[in-house]
């Protein structure tokens, strides 16, 4: 399959782990030149340098905090100081912490919505010129699944993450006219540092093994496992690449068919 990514330029946020840092492994690996972008600065720094090294390709590192107009501004002036043009967006920085409706203060709010909500549109926003200007391109939004299935405990992710849906869809009608191609992703459970450590503070509250929650969490996901980064990062590959030329505004769902069997 010709995927012609070669020389094409990309922007991957949240980059220095779990699935940003997968994809940006699997686009350096089809030749992609990249800005990456986490608020961790010596982590980021390292995988650059190492995916330089590996790939030969060139990465440029920049610690920004996408939460904020000024963040963003920092990461898009460096990014076009480098390239100058832009390719491919993937919007995958962020994650927004679980509460119910009583539980999570209006400041937990804002801040989760500032950096996986706001800080979609506002990147999108910053860099939609530069794809305009290319002739087109990709962005692709890392969302995920409570967006389609609502959580009592999740209502702040659930929110974000069907507004992002939404604006994919919308922004795939925006974008066509100019060859801007607009997707996302919903990924189910995956074996992230965040995962395991969400598993390792449930089992101290709760008194069960990891591998026990493990069980309880994946008992409804008919494949009956958590994804690997790079099953999400494949998927990313092929949706910025021109294999995936027809397919625009559409979400797709990477979770060992869970949202199919709910």
Known sequence: MELA?????????????????????????????LTLCARREAPLRAWASDLEQRHGNAVLAV??????EAGIAILVAAHQARFGVLDVLINNAGSIRAGSLLS?????????????????????????????????????????????QP??????????????????????????????????????????ARWLSLMQRQSAERGLSVPQLEAEQLAHVPLRR??????????????????????????????GGLARSI
């Open 151 to 192: 959580s009592a405990g999740y209502l702040a992710g659930g929110a974000a993450n069907a507004g992002l849906m939404n604006l994919t869809k919308a922004l795939g009608d925006e974008g066509a006219p100019h060859g801007i191609l607009v997707n996302a992703i919903n990924p189910g459970a995956v074996r992230t």
């Open 63 to 68: 610690p920004a905090d996408l939460a904020t």
């Open 226 to 255: 958590a994804a690997e980064p790079a099953e999400i990062a494949s998927v990313a590959v092929f949706l910025c690449s021109a294999a995936a030329s027809y397919v625009t505004g559409t979400i797709v769902q990477v979770d």
């Open 5 to 33: 990514l070669s020389g094409k330029i990309a922007i991957v946020t949240g980059a220095s782990e779990g699935i940003g840092k997968a994809t940006a492994e699997a686009l350096a690996a089809e030749g992609v030149q």
């Open 104 to 148: 999570k203060t209006e400041l937990e709010w804002q801040e989760d919505f500032a950096l996986k909500f706001w800080g979609y549109v506002r990147l999108t926003r910053a860099v939609w010129p530069l794809l305009v200007a290319r002739g087109g391109g990709r962005v692709l939004n890392i969302i995920g699944g409570a967006g389609r």
